[in-house]
């Protein structure tokens, strides 16, 4: 395989799992107004269950809990659900007390105080070394090498991402979805209606997290190896910069968001080799083009590449509706409506 | 039913209530916005709450409709006590309320906005969702065809698929009150509803209210404009620093000087819009 093939697979899976990531933050915050400043805290739950549940009993001076060999997607499916669990101790201590800004004030510290605890308790993940020769998944059975496993795991992981479009596409569409997308403009307002809204937040929270974690997941997977510098607090910003650049609360938004920022604006420039005496620097450029980026869109199109879509109600026109129905009411008259 | 002597400030809650407050307290820091209220809304009467800015009639209704949790007191609805109640499961039992300000659903289509409204929502369970779809789609289609009613009833059919965020004013307030009429009130809590509309559509919100008393709601308004509290209520609570100063007919409450004093003063001298 040539060498630009083999990269052209590897961006291909970091759309994938970046859509699935942002897919999961856009449910949070494009349709449930929640700021989870502490997402890549999420993923990264989600990663080193995957990677500790794959890899066996530790050995070379490793250290991780768990160790249990399981195969592909069992381990894949408890990362995210170990997301989950985490993201339910978190909702429930802060949802009923907390609004937007103070919660997503407290949930930065938390993913602050996650990568600390984590980045130094050893025994839990490896500390800073973190978990290396995660398992390949099917590469042993089905005789992968690393050629051949880049574009076998980028297809496995462009499944994975159609199955979560569709459950997304079911949840967003939905009169759950509906409901969400009210309590994200007016809490106050959607809970006078009869709508427990904690509820509603709750599960938007756990189905994101769910997402963070599988996602998590795949790059652990892919990569072999996951430690803290992949998961510096600052990174939940990176996707969140994909949701607003794609388009809040729209899922095919996200997708333009993940090519944009964080494959073409992140993984893309890793692929660019280092200019001779300034080592770092092309990364340092994109860092700063992502900043650049996004204070244009929010500038000229704070709604996204792609907005949120309007769902109409595809109701007839009124004159249709009255041939139906026999019956005919006044609409509003200019005096009424100024 | 009889409601703790409050000292002078009127006690009785009546039987038929369809939703009473007794003794209600609460306070902002040092500032006494409600200092013992004490009312009833007579089941299907359209009611009016008024008083001078500052009287507590807002702080009510939001204690009323479990927005705001009191610092005592209780609230009845029916011969159920709802005090402990989230605002939510209040709704659900019937007592559903607008706001002083519209609290459009900006990011939602008007008709979005009153399906969010519909009482009855399987779709709202995700395990419906993926395992009831049939169930769903037929709970949407009933909502449907009642929002479309709705809407042609209250003129903003044609309004349907624009954001709510670009109505007007008035159109806000229309959509507000069509909102809560899709959740199926038994008693509406309207917050100054006429604030801010011009005159036609006052007639027309006016038209609405009385729809709903004729079709068995019970409503209590907040209201400045005495001469839509004249025209179209059958009752009056007037609150004056946090307390009930009196209940009644608007015609009797004219002949009250206590009311007099506290609030009906300039309407008299011709001071308050009416």
Request: aromatic share 8%.
């Given at each position: 395989m040539s060498p630009l093939v083999y990269y052209l697979f590897t961006l291909a899976f970091f759309v994938f799992a970046y859509c699935i990531l942002g897919w999961g933050l856009n449910l949070q915050f494009g349709h449930g107004g929640i700021l989870n400043f502490a997402y890549i805290g999420f993923v990264a739950i989600g990663a080193y269950v995957t990677g500790a549940l794959s890899l066996g009993k530790p050995s070379g001076g490793q250290s991780y809990i768990f160790?249990?060999?399981?195969?592909f997607p069992v381990g894949l499916i408890l990362g995210g659900l170990a997301a989950c669990v985490f993201a339910l101790l978190v909702s429930v201590l802060t949802f009923r007390r907390l609004r937007t800004d103070y919660l997503a004030m407290v949930l930065i510290s938390l993913s602050l105080v996650l990568y600390d605890f984590i980045n130094n308790f050893?025994?839990?993940?490896?500390?800073?070394?973190g978990l290396t020769n995660v398992p390949e998944p099917f590469a042993d059975a089905l005789g992968l090498d690393t050629n051949t496993f880049v574009p076998f795991f980028a297809g496995v992981s462009l499944l994975v991402a159609l199955l979560m479009w569709w459950v997304m596409s079911r949840i967003t569409n939905s009169p759950f979805g509906r409901t969400l997308r009210a309590s994200r403009d007016d809490d106050e307002a959607t809970a006078a209606l009869g709508k427990n809204v904690f509820k509603f937040r709750l599960i938007s929270m756990l189905i994101g997290s769910f997402y963070a974690g599988v996602g998590g997941g795949l790059i652990v997977e892919f990569a072999g190896a996951f430690n803290t510098s992949a998961w510096l607090p600052g990174e939940t910003f990176l996707i969140f910069a994909a949701v607003i650049v794609g388009g809040v609360g729209n899922n095919k938004g996200m997708i333009l968001g993940a090519l944009i920022v964080p494959v073409l604006f992140t993984q893309l420039p890793k692929f660019i080799p280092d200019i001779p005496g300034h080592p770092g620097l092309i990364l340092n450029i994109a860092a700063m083009a992502i900043g650049v980026l996004l204070m244009l869109v929010l500038w000229f199109r704070p709604q996204g590449v792609?907005?949120?879509?309007k769902r109409l109600s595809k109701l007839p026109p009124l004159s249709e509706r009255h041939r139906s129905t026999g019956a005919i009411s006044a609409q509003l008259t200019t005096e009424e409506t100024l | 039913m009889t409601a703790p002597d409050l000292g002078g400030a009127p006690t009785a809650i009546s039987v038929d209530s369809a939703l009473s407050c007794v003794d209600i307290h609460k306070s902002f820091g040092g500032a006494k916005a409600v200092n013992g209220a004490t009312f009833s809304v007579p089941k299907g009467s359209i009611t009016a709450l008024i008083g001078p800015n500052g009287a507590g009639k807002t702080t009510v209704v939001n204690i009323l409709s479990g927005s705001l949790s009191s610092d005592s007191g209780r609230v009845m609805m029916g011969d159920t006590d709802?005090?402990?109640?989230?605002s939510y499961q209040r709704a659900r039992l019937g007592l559903i309320r607008t706001f002083q300000l519209s609290r459009e659903?900006?990011?939602?289509t008007v008709f979005e906005n009153l399906m969010v409204a519909a009482k009855v929502q399987p779709g709202e369970s995700l395990m419906n969702v993926y395992l009831r779809p049939g169930l769903v789609r037929q709970a949407e289609k009933e909502s449907r065809e009642r929002a479309a009613s709705i809407l042609e009833q209250y003129g903003l059919y044609d309004l349907r698929d624009n954001w709510a965020r670009e109505l007007s004013g008035g159109q806000k307030r229309l959509l507000e009150i069509s909102r809560a009429v899709m959740a199926e009130p038994s008693l509406l809590l309207l917050d100054e509803p006429m604030a801010g509309v011009n005159p036609a559509l006052i007639d027309r919100i006016g038209g609405h209210i009385h729809e709903l008393k004729a079709a068995g709601v019970t409503v209590l308004m907040v209201e400045h404009n005495l001469g839509v509290v004249e025209k179209i209520c059958d009752h009056v609570i007037v609150l004056a620093e946090g307390r009930t100063l009196a209940t009644g007919l608007m015609s009797e409450l004219r002949e009250n000087t206590d009311v007099v004093r506290a609030y009906l003063g300039g309407v008299l001298d011709g001071r308050v819009d009416r």
């Open positions: 160790g249990f060999s399981l195969p050893v025994p839990l993940f490896g500390g800073a070394d792609i907005p949120e879509k | 709802i005090t402990a109640l989230p659903l900006g990011g939602l």
